[in-house]
C-alpha cells in the first residue's frame, strides 16, 4: 500500500529536549516536505527536500532541522524544543512535476512541549 | 505573496443540504488549485484539483471550477452526508514553485441528522 507513516504520533516532552519526528514513503518520491498545523492558520510549510541531499526552508523553518540522507526518509529535528512548537506536524510527499501533482499526506504528528 | 483565503467556519448543516464553502485566492500567474479533506484524526487527503481557468474538478459529489476572474475555487456539494463531516482545505501550487502547496486557514464541516 502506497503511504506516507510518521512517527510517533502522538509525544509529549519537556522544553530543551532533543526529539526527531520520523517520516517514511514508500512510493519513491523525490519531493517531500513538512507542515505544521496550527488553529486559524492552516498549514504552514516549514522545510522541504527536492531530491537526497537538497533541502531547503519553508516558511516557518525556525527552531527546526531535517536531513535527507535517503529518498525514502525525511526526519524533522527539533534540537531544542519550545512550547511555541506544540503543533499537529504532517510529512507529505509528491512525485516531481509541475500542475496536477498531488502530495500524499502522512497520518500527523500531535507534538506537546511542556 | 501567495495566500488563500477561506470561509470561517465552522459550517453546521443538516444532511442532504446544499454546501457551499468560498475560496478565494491571491498567487501571480496561473496557479493549480486543491481542496484537500481531513477527517478526524487523519491526515489530509485530496478531494479534487483543477489546473487551468474554467476547469471544474470533481470527486464524491463535491465540485469546483476553477474562476479566474473572480480568483475563486469555491467547493459545492448538493446533498451531504453525516460521513462528509470533516475540516476541508483550499489551497494553491503557485506557478513554477516546485510543489509547495499554500494552504487556506481550513473550514470545519458538521453534518447532523
Known amino acids: 500500500e502506497a503511504q506516507v507513516t510518521q512517527n510517533p504520533r502522538y509525544l509529549i516532552t519537556v522544553t530543551g529536549k532533543k526529539l526527531t519526528v520520523t517520516c517514511s514513503q514508500n512510493?519513491?518520491?523525490?519531493?517531500m516536505s513538512w507542515y505544521r498545523q496550527d488553529p486559524g492558520l492552516g498549514l504552514r510549510q516549514i522545510y522541504y527536500s527536492m531530491n537526497v541531499e537538497v533541502t531547503d526552508k519553508g516558511d516557518v523553518p525556525e527552531g527546526y532541522k531535517v536531513s535527507r540522507k535517503e529518498k525514502r526518509n525525511f526526519p524533522l529535528i527539533l534540537e531544542s524544543p519550545s512550547p511555541n512548537q506544540t503543533s499537529l506536524y504532517f510529512c507529505?510527499?509528491?512525485?516531481?512535476?509541475?500542475?496536477?501533482?498531488?502530495?500524499?499526506f502522512g497520518p500527523g504528528t500531535r507534538l506537546t512541549v511542556l | 505573496g501567495d495566500s488563500v483565503t477561506q470561509m470561517e467556519g465552522p459550517v453546521t448543516l443538516s444532511e442532504e443540504a446544499f454546501l457551499t464553502i468560498n475560496c478565494t485566492y491571491t498567487a501571480t500567474g496561473y496557479p493549480s488549485l486543491f481542496w484537500y479533506v481531513q477527517y478526524p484524526g487523519e491526515g489530509l487527503q485530496l478531494l479534487l484539483k483543477a489546473t487551468k481557468a474554467d476547469d471544474k474538478g470533481s470527486n464524491k459529489g463535491f465540485e469546483a471550477t476553477y474562476r479566474k476572474e473572480t480568483t475563486s475555487f469555491h467547493l459545492e456539494k448538493g446533498s451531504v452526508q453525516v460521513s462528509d463531516s470533516a475540516v476541508y482545505f483550499c489551497a494553491l501550487r503557485a506557478t513554477g514553485t516546485a510543489s509547495k502547496l499554500t494552504f487556506g486557514t481550513g473550514t470545519r464541516l458538521q453534518v447532523t441528522l
Open positions: 507529505a510527499s509528491s512525485a516531481p512535476g509541475q500542475g496536477v501533482v498531488e502530495q500524499f
Open positions: 512510493m519513491n518520491h523525490e519531493y
